[in-house]
């Protein structure tokens, strides 16, 4: 049999929008006996991508033909075929029933504009999921302070009530964005504590600990009969049930603390060893049609998602909190605060709210809760605060880490030029690696990018000179002894425009 009659033979017995571009590729490509990773390359997607499709056109096949069919029997099967003389008209008939679209998946499939083209239309498994009211921990008896903005952006991706081409397409993945302690997590929680019925489940999930991608799928989906992993040993089967309750149910999933699953010591963004498959996981989040939504809150981006320019994928970068929201969240612990002395921490703490918690605490322990006699103590950096930045910095690449003590040498900023010549110059940092590693800190949100160049948070840039560890440590000198050299400057007229980059990339 040749391709045309296999590929004629398929187009009989499965409906065309089971069968579209990417699958006859993949039908093709397979049939020479090309790998995954060939087709891929060809055909100009993401391997992982292109495998999820295959598993999923084979499943079609093999429920269409009545025999199983893979990657690397196709000539046997088709051979068979071909020995059995064509099918029969009620064969086909019956080969085509197996396949009902509902009138909900065909408006589900045309509403998007998206890679993927494979969509399930099988009746979702009935899962035994988790309760919908899952315990936040949050606590709801303490007044919320600021954010209004970003409880309004988070609450019309969630509702589909945004402006303009946004209504047509509900939002299905979210990132939370910022640093340590800037509060991503309470956000969610508040917004989900007004949203709570707009949901048929809402299932939080912290990643904290790092658990594999079999763990959080087990614990997403109970059962009182066995280990679900032990029904699906495939990532892609796993995947699929996941997908498939998507699509039939409006869910609301956050996968809480996701930097945990990505790689320490590298640009921002690369996932860790056998954690791959939450990077697969929300490639068809983002590409696939489905009516629920994935809320990430995460110190970094994920690698890919700042790739997708779609209303379906929203990403927010959470800042401090204001001058006035300061002051408010000091009042609210019960410390004796002018607004002069929120301005001052306002300005040294970036409006964090957990550094400011921590100072309240030790100002009503040590200073009988006068901030300003605190503040005149001078030592603002120390205990969980000194942790939370250690944690932070400890996933930098190395590149990134000699970045930020160059500018921690300094009181003010720093421009582009000037680390250039510091940094690129001085062979300290390659030329390759040295916009990727201002990108990777600035979706740390560890730089403040101004107009007049690049500067650190005072007790960040405190903690690098005074309190950072041996294992963090880079042997940097101050900015104006490593440009002090006779070496020649060469041209940076290319690296003037990097403020216009680093900005874009936000």
């Given amino acids: 049999m040749t391709i045309e009659d296999a590929l004629a033979l398929i ?24 790998s995954y990773q060939e087709i891929a390359e060809t055909c100009g997607y993401d391997t992982d991508y292109v495998r999820h499709v295959g598993y999923q056109l084979w499943q079609k096949l093999s429920q269409a033909l009545k025999q199983k069919v893979t990657k690397r029997n196709l000539h046997v099967v088709f051979r068979r075929l071909e020995q059995k003389n064509q099918t029969s008209g009620h064969e086909v008939e019956e080969m085509a029933s197996l396949f009902p679209i509902s009138q909900q998946a065909k408006s589900n499939i045309n509403a ?32 919320f302070i600021g954010r209004q903005q970003e409880q309004k952006n988070l609450i019309q991706w969630l509702t589909h009530t945004a402006q303009s081409i946004e209504r047509k397409h509900p939002t299905q993945l979210i990132s939370l964005l910022g640093m340590a302690g800037i509060g991503k997590t309470s956000l969610v929680q508040q917004v989900i504590h007004h949203l709570q019925d707009q949901s048929q489940k809402v299932i939080w999930r912290s990643l904290r600990n790092a658990p594999n991608f079999a763990d959080t799928f087990a614990n997403i989906i109970k059962t009182d009969e066995q280990n679900p992993s032990a029904w699906f040993t495939h ?8 997908m498939q309750y998507f699509r039939h149910h409006r869910c609301l999933l956050v996968l809480d603390n996701f930097e945990t699953i990505l790689q320490p010591g590298q640009m921002g963004g690369s996932y860790r ?70 301005a001052t921490l306002h300005t040294y703490y970036g409006g964090n709210p957990y550094a400011l918690k921590v100072a309240a605490t030790n100002v009503t322990s040590l200073f009988h809760r006068q901030v300003s006699k605190w503040i005149d103590q001078g030592n603002f950096v120390f205990g969980t605060i000194q ?17 930020v003590n160059c500018i921690a040498s300094e009181t003010g900023t720093v421009t582009l030029d000037q680390l250039y010549e510091a940094l690129v110059l001085k062979d300290l940092i390659s030329t390759v690696d040295f ?34 560890p041996p294992s963090c440590a880079v042997a940097t000198s101050t900015l104006a002894e490593l440009t002090s050299s006779q070496s020649k400057l060469y041209p940076l007229q290319s690296y003037a425009r990097l403020n216009y980059l680093l900005s874009a990339n936000r």
């Fill in 387 to 403: 942790q939370l930045l250690n944690q932070q910095l400890q996933r930098l690449a190395l590149s990134e880490q000699q970045i």
């Fill in 273 to 342: 060893p056998n954690h791959q498959a939450y990077g697969q996981l929300l490639r068809h989040l983002m590409d696939s049609p489905h009516q629920s939504c994935v809320i990430l809150t995460s110190r970094e981006q994920p690698i890919g998602i700042n790739l997708r320019n779609h209303p379906t994928v929203q990403t927010l970068y959470l800042q401090g909190l204001s001058s006035l929201e300061t002051h408010s969240l000091l009042n609210q612990q019960a410390v004796e605060a002018t607004q002069t002395d929120a």
């Fill in 235 to 242: 990532i892609d089967a796993r995947i699929e049930m996941l």
């Fill in 435 to 468: 916009l990727p590693a201002l990108q990777s800190l600035q979706s740390r949100s560890l730089l403040c990018n101004q107009e007049d160049g690049l500067r650190l948070l005072p007790y960040l840039r405190e903690y690098l000179r005074c309190y950072q």
């Fill in 112 to 143: 998007y504009s998206t890679k993927v083209e494979l969509v399930s239309d099988q009746t979702a498994c009935l899962l035994p999921w988790s309760d919908a009211r899952n315990h936040l921990y949050s606590n709801q008896g303490q007044l």
């Fill in 11 to 34: 187009d009989t017995a499965l409906d065309p929008s089971h069968f579209k571009n990417l699958h006859q590729d993949i039908f093709r490509l397979s049939w020479e006996g090309k």
